[in-house]
């Protein structure tokens, strides 16, 4: 199976909850365009699609290797 559940703590409310990741080795990629965006070998396992978390209590998409956020941009959410 190439996802499994991540927990996750958000950035802003600090609630609790999970989220779907990839392994990583069902990430194949196939060919990099010219942008170097990786094309995967196949199509159903993307790991762009995962990158982002999504906090549904407090409705903020963040990435997950970010462990805080400044105070500066607490205060501009």
């Known amino acids: 199976m190439p996802l499994y559940d991540k927990n996750m703590e958000c950035l802003l409310c600090k609630q609790k909850s999970t989220t779907k990741k990839v ?3 069902f ?3 196939a060919i ?3 942008d170097f965006c990786p094309i995967h070998a196949d199509s159903a396992v ?3 699609y995962y990158n982002i978390f999504v906090c ?3 409705a903020f998409l963040f990435r997950g290797f970010f ?5 500066t941009t607490m205060e501009i959410i």
């Open 27 to 29: 990430v194949k990629v």
């Open 56 to 58: 549904l209590t407090a």
């Open 46 to 48: 993307n790991s762009l």
């Open 32 to 34: 990099y365009d010219t």
């Open 67 to 71: 462990p805080v956020l400044p105070p």
């Open 23 to 25: 392994r990583s080795r």
